[in-house]
C-alpha cells in the first residue's frame, strides 16, 4: 500500500471515528423512535401522516433524494454541487461530498442497493460504493459527452440509463464504461425519465413533444402519445401484473393520467389513459410524483410547496383526495422509503422534510 492510499484510507477512518462519536452524543442527548417501528404509510392511516423532522446542510435548492436500500439512510444532491448524507433515525447528517464541478440534478440508487449514480451538468455521471454504514466513496466516472445531463436512474445492478441535453437517451454497463447505447431522441430537451426491470419512459420536449416508451435495452421503442402541453413528471407504480405496467404522467395544466401500459414489446400502447385525476386549480404545476409502497396513495408534489395525496386502489374509478401536505417551500423532489415508513421531500429553500405516521 502507498503512502497517499495510506493517508486517505487513514482520513476516511478518522472522519468515520469522528462521526460516531458525534453519533453517539446525539443519541444519549435526543430520545429517538427507531425507524422500523413506524407503522407503514397506507390509506388506512394516511390522516395521520405528519412532519417529523427537517434536514438542513444545503444552501440551495434540493434536487433529488435517494434511501438506502435498507431505508436506514437518506443520501441528497442539489444545487449547491453538494452530496449528502443523512441516518434518519438520529436525522444527523454523516456525510458530505463535493464531487462535481456544477449543479448535481438527479441521483439513483442499484436495486441491490450496493451502488449510487449522480447526474451534473458538468457533463459527467459519478459512480459509487453505498457502504453498510452509509458512507458512499466514489468509483468511476463517466464523461465526454458534449451537453448537460439531466436524469439517471439504474435499470439493474449493473445497468444505467441517463438522459443528455442534446435529445439522447443513453444506456450505459458501469462495469463496462465504453459499453453504451446512444439513441437520439429528436427533441431539444427530455423533461423526465422513469425506469422499471423492463420498460423505460422519457417525456420529451419541443420539437417532438411526447412520451416514448422502450423495453430494458433500450430497443423496440413505442410512442404512447404526442402533446402540446410539457409533461414534466412521469412515474412507474411499485406494482404490477403479469403483462401490465401502471403508468402516470403529469406536469402543468393537462392535469394528471393513468395509464396501464403492455409490457410485452409487440403489444400496441393504449390509444387512452384509464382514467385521469382532475387538480385543483389549472395554474398547479407538478414537480414530482412517489407512491406507498402499496401502490395505493399517489403523492404529487408542487412548485407551490403542497403535496396532493390521491388514494388510486382502483384505477378505474374516480379519484379520491386525500389530506394535503402543505409547506413554505416549493417542493423539488420526494421518495418513499423502501420499508414504506418514511416519506421525504426534497426544497427550493435547501431543506429535506421527513414526514411519518405517528399513531
Not at 466513496?137 to 465526454?144: A, E, K, R, V, Y
Request: hydrophobic content about 40%; some cysteine; overall charge negative.
Amino acid at each position: 500500500m502507498n503512502v497517499v492510499s495510506m493517508i486517505c484510507k487513514g482520513a476516511r477512518f478518522c472522519a468515520r471515528i469522528g462521526t460516531y462519536l458525534s453519533l453517539m452524543v446525539l443519541l444519549v442527548r435526543i430520545p429517538t423512535t427507531a425507524q422500523t417501528e413506524r407503522p407503514i404509510i397506507s390509506r388506512d392511516n394516511i390522516a395521520n401522516l405528519s412532519q417529523i423532522g427537517e434536514l438542513m446542510g444545503f444552501t440551495d435548492a434540493v434536487n433529488s433524494l435517494v434511501f438506502t436500500s435498507d431505508s436506514r439512510f437518506l443520501i441528497g444532491a442539489g444545487e449547491d454541487t453538494s452530496l449528502r448524507v443523512w441516518d434518519v433515525v438520529t436525522q444527523t447528517q454523516i456525510q458530505e461530498l463535493f464531487p462535481h464541478n456544477s449543479y448535481i440534478k438527479s441521483i439513483a440508487i442499484s436495486p441491490n442497493g450496493r451502488r449510487l449514480a449522480t447526474a451534473s451538468w458538468d457533463r459527467q455521471v459519478i459512480i459509487y460504493d453505498v457502504a453498510d454504514d452509509g458512507f458512499i466513496s466514489q468509483l468511476s466516472t463517466l464523461s465526454g459527452y458534449t451537453a448537460v445531463i439531466q436524469q439517471v436512474q439504474f435499470v439493474s445492478d449493473d445497468q444505467l440509463v441517463f438522459t443528455v441535453g442534446d435529445g439522447a437517451l443513453i444506456l450505459a454497463d458501469i462495469n463496462k464504461p465504453n459499453d453504451q447505447k446512444v439513441v437520439p431522441l429528436g427533441s431539444l430537451h427530455i423533461y423526465d425519465l422513469a425506469v422499471t426491470s423492463d420498460m423505460i419512459a422519457v417525456s420529451t420536449g419541443f420539437p417532438n413533444m411526447a412520451i416514448w416508451v422502450f423495453d430494458a435495452n433500450l430497443d423496440h421503442p413505442r410512442q404512447l402519445f404526442e402533446t402540446n402541453q410539457v409533461l414534466d413528471t412521469i412515474v412507474f407504480a411499485p406494482l404490477t401484473d403479469e403483462a401490465t405496467r401502471l403508468f402516470v404522467t403529469g406536469g402543468g395544466s393537462e392535469g394528471i393520467t393513468i395509464w396501464s401500459l403492455p409490457i410485452a414489446v409487440d403489444a400496441p400502447l393504449p390509444e387512452t389513459p384509464m382514467n385521469g385525476i382532475l387538480v385543483r386549480d389549472a395554474s398547479i404545476w407538478h414537480t414530482d410524483f412517489a407512491f406507498s409502497s402499496d401502490g395505493d396513495v399517489l403523492f404529487t408534489s408542487t412548485y407551490d410547496g403542497d403535496i396532493f395525496l390521491y388514494d388510486i386502489s382502483d384505477p378505474t374509478d374516480e379519484r379520491g383526495l386525500l389530506p394535503t401536505l402543505e409547506t413554505d417551500s416549493g417542493v423539488v423532489d420526494s421518495v418513499m422509503s423502501p420499508d414504506g415508513r418514511l416519506f421525504a421531500t426534497g426544497h427550493e429553500d435547501g431543506t429535506i422534510r421527513l414526514w411519518g405516521v405517528n399513531e
